[in-house]
């Protein structure tokens, strides 16, 4: 099962930020935090992934709270074409081979 | 572009027919994924090689399916006696071990099992 919970669903008007919660209370020490993206008929799409520090690239920046429990997604400036199913997903451990388990996910549109 | 590739886009088969689907992962990845997602789910593991060796197989993957990695290189998923349930997207995914392992995923492959 996901480790992770998300609201099914989210609209955003385009040019605003969109943010998107995620729930991990079970998340262990060395388990990372990654978020996909799929747009429809498409394959997953990597986002980011942080492990504590919240972290920023070219799409989006990740925020996670200081006790690990939950992270926010945040696209800054939404745009027609980020209306997707956003994946939270929490990965790692020693044991892990690194397969990543996906939940339902949060579908986002953006709408104009 | 050196993503990950997946062969055929779309494939459309009767039942009872046998289906054969081929990934080629990013240029010097060693880890490499096979999902299914069906209409309205979540992507779900199916299996997993570090190099030619398949360490993890999931409880989804019944004896009519086999997958190799022959040389570490590209990998193929075998569908035996396809079957309606069958009907879903194939996604292939790949890794490195070194840095960040993230998986970077293919376009699928679309099975429709009439």
């Known amino acids: 099962d996901a480790k992770t919970t998300q609201p099914p669903s989210m609209d955003c008007a385009e040019g605003r930020a969109a943010n998107l919660p995620c729930n991990h209370s079970?998340?262990?020490?060395?388990?990372?935090v990654y978020w996909y993206r799929q747009i429809h008929s498409q394959g997953p799409q990597y986002i980011i992934h942080?492990?504590?520090n919240n972290e920023t690239n070219e799409m989006a920046s990740l925020i996670i709270t200081e006790d690990r429990k939950s992270s926010t997604l945040i696209l800054p400036h939404a745009t027609l074409r980020d209306t997707a199913v956003y994946y939270c997903?929490?990965?790692?451990?020693?044991?892990?081979?690194?397969?990543?388990?996906f939940g339902q996910g949060t579908t986002l549109q953006v709408k104009p | 572009d050196t993503g990950v590739s997946q062969n055929p886009r779309h494939k459309i088969t009767k039942r009872g027919q046998n289906v054969t689907f081929r990934c080629d992962p990013i240029s010097e990845h060693n880890r490499l994924y096979w999902y299914r997602q069906t209409l309205g789910q979540g992507p779900e593991f199916l299996t997993y090689f570090q190099n030619e060796a398949q360490l993890e197989k999931s409880r989804l993957l019944s004896d009519r399916f086999s997958a190799e990695r022959p040389k570490g290189s590209f990998s193929t998923l075998e569908i035996q006696r396809t079957e309606q349930g069958d009907s879903a997207m194939y996604l292939c995914?790949?890794?490195?071990?070194?840095?960040?392992?993230?998986?970077?995923f293919g376009p699928g492959t679309r099975l429709t099992v009439l």
């Open positions: 997903i929490v990965r790692g451990g020693s044991s892990n081979t690194g397969k990543l388990i």
């Open positions: 995914a790949s890794s490195t071990e070194r840095g960040t392992d993230t998986q970077y």
């Open positions: 079970t998340i262990s020490g060395n388990e990372y």
């Open positions: 942080g492990l504590k």
